[in-house]
């Protein structure tokens, strides 16, 4: 067995469901609140609680927790549940710098943010319809 086969999953690093909650929390209080996020907040409905708890199924099942997203029965593919949206180089990186926040504001470790930054962009890269 390799070290890598030991090492921790991104969800370990970060600290598992406590963490995964605060930075989702954490994520959709930014959006709601700070014009900085405006755009982004303009694309999710009303009421953001089912989104914080989809979010956490999907965001901890991504990072190698439980599978927990792909059992919901609204559960949808991530690129098909975002193709109705116009999301262009601005959204992407919107998206990226609200994350970023979270994680930071959330304390999630310089080693796991390490870890999981990359996929992050290559996520919301793939994401990106304009």
Known sequence: MSDE???????EL???DATIRDIVGRFYDL???DPAYA???????ADLGPMRDKLCDWFSEWLGGPR???ARPDAKCI???HAPY???LAMRDEWLACMQRALDEAGASAAAQARIRPAMVGMAEFLRNR
């Open 68 to 70: 927990r997203y792909h």
């Open 86 to 88: 116009a999301i262009d």
């Open 5 to 11: 086969d030991n090492a921790p999953t991104p969800y």
């Open 31 to 33: 959006m709601d609140q």
């Open 14 to 16: 970060l600290g598992g």
């Open 79 to 81: 690129g098909a549940a």
């Open 39 to 45: 755009a982004l907040r303009r694309i999710h409905g």
